[in-house]
């Protein structure tokens, strides 16, 4: 899966009220298709959408969980995965934020 990047697994203490948010912006000279995915730890997708970015643009999906989750990026028609920089977080129901980098 050479067009994929993955965060690592965010599993807050107390779920209840917790938001995951996965997030890319396109740095590379062309529009980027990406496919961006909350995926709970028993392979569940939580949260998902498609979309086409231009160049210097972003977006993100986020999804409220209830289980152990991860972001996965899927880069599509012909863009690399190192044609953008993708990232996750986590906000709880405290406000706290935890940031990670995709790889």
Do not use: D, W
Not at 70 to 82: D, E, H, I, L, S
């Amino acid at each position: 899966m050479s067009n994929v990047l993955y965060t690592s697994v965010f599993e807050p203490v107390n779920l209840a009220g917790s938001t995951l948010f996965c997030a890319y912006v396109n740095r590379s000279s062309a529009a980027v298709t990406v496919s961006t995915e909350i995926v709970a730890l028993n392979g569940t997708i939580i949260g998902t959408e498609n979309s086409t970015i231009n160049p210097n643009n972003g977006t993100a999906v986020g999804n409220e969980i209830a289980l152990a989750a991860y972001c996965r990026f899927t880069v599509q028609n012909g863009g690399t995965k190192a044609g953008i920089v993708a990232s996750g977080e986590l906000k709880t129901a405290a406000g706290e934020r935890t940031s990670l980098p995709a790889q």
